[in-house]
């Protein structure tokens, strides 16, 4: 039974590493690769924009039927989250395989605002990819006390980077 555990646990784990380091590298990748023949998709940043923001508004609520008990209805909000957060992702890339990216033209105070949200968001969409894997795997694994510890780190992440999505989008919308 142990050997079984230790065996899942490793198989868990070496899932997790290779999706933390596979997605970010295929996103890098894909940006730099174009589809030939097929017209910009101009219509996808808002629609990326409100699932980011969709997102968001479900981690809250799922936070808060956690709190209050309800774990059917915070495990469905969850996985909810994770599907939108995947969708998003898929739909980013078809809009960066059809479009350049769009610069921002701002520029005082606004400017250096805009690329520290940009930067910080990118950069936490990296950091956030093991979080919510570890921390779904925990739930899904039983290891409810191991998956809480770690879902105060996720939780905040999360949001932020559901967060920042929308600003990035609302920032830069008037340049598309």
């Known amino acids: 039974m142990e050997v079984e555990i230790k065996q899942s646990k490793n198989k868990y784990n070496l899932w997790i590493w290779i999706i933390s380091i596979v997605v970010p590298v295929a996103v890098a990748v ?6 030939p023949g097929v017209e910009r998709m101009g219509f996808l940043p808002p629609i990326y924009a409100t699932i980011n923001a969709l997102t968001a508004v479900i981690l809250i ?8 008990g309800n774990r059917k209805n915070h495990e469905f909000l969850m996985k909810t989250a994770i599907l939108l957060s995947l969708l998003f992702l898929l739909l980013y890339i078809a809009y960066h ?10 520029d005082g ?17 990296i950091t956030v990819i093991p979080f919510v894997l570890i921390t779904y ?39 598309y």
Request: aromatic share 16%.
């Open 30 to 35: 894909l940006f730099t690769v174009r589809i």
């Open 61 to 68: 609520i799922s936070v808060i039927q956690i709190k209050k």
């Open 97 to 106: 395989m059809t479009s350049d990216s769009t610069k921002y033209r701002g």
């Open 109 to 125: 105070i606004l400017k250096y605002l805009y690329y520290f949200i940009l930067i910080t968001h990118i950069m936490l969409s």
């Open 137 to 175: 795997v925990r739930a899904i694994t039983g290891k409810f006390e191991k998956h809480k510890a770690i879902a105060r780190i996720t939780f905040p992440l999360w949001l932020y980077v559901a967060i920042t999505g929308v600003i990035v989008y609302v920032m830069i919308s008037p340049y």
